[in-house]
Every structure is written in C-alpha cells, then in structure tokens.
C-alpha cells in the first residue's frame, strides 16, 4: 500500500477508515497500545515533510490519550491540506 502516492480521494477514504479505527478503543481501550504508533507511523507515510511530522505527534497524543480519540484527526489534516491551505505562491525569477 503505497499511501504517499495515493490521489487525493483515496487518502480521504484511507483517512476516514483510520479515523473509524480509531474509535475501537472506545468500546476496547486496550486498542490503544497498539493504535497510537501505528496512527503515527501511517499519517507520516500519507503526509511527507513536517506537516506530516507534526500530525503524526497530533495523532499519536490523540489516540493515546483517553477520551480524546472522537477526534477525527486524519480526516482533518486531509481538510488541510486540499481544502483549506492556500496555494503557494512559486516565485518567477527573472534573472
């Protein structure tokens, strides 16, 4: 499963599933020894770079933590990154 490489619409569906998974700890809270690393490891295969890392700790300490695991973390770096993070603007140089 090449997941950095995915299109935009299947890391939604991977993200949304993750998110799902996510939720087994609340009915097996044991889930979470395993859940947290692998959380962390699959958001820094789906997102390159530091954005990547960083929501890698954001998921990790979400689903580490009890009660925090609601949140649906994957699905809302995917928001940020294709619908709510402006275009960079590439710089033309002319010399």
Known sequence: MNLENASKY???A??????ALGYVSIVFPPFDIFWAPAS???MTKMYKGNKGKIAAA???IEEALPM???IPTFTLMWLYTFVFKTKEEK???IS
Not at 14 to 19: A, R
């Open 58 to 60: 954001i998921v990790f």
């Open 10 to 12: 299947k890391k939604l």
């Open 40 to 42: 962390a490891w699959l």
């Open 14 to 19: 991977y993200g949304l599933i993750f998110d």
């Open 91 to 93: 710089v033309i140089d």
């Open 68 to 70: 925090l695991d609601i």
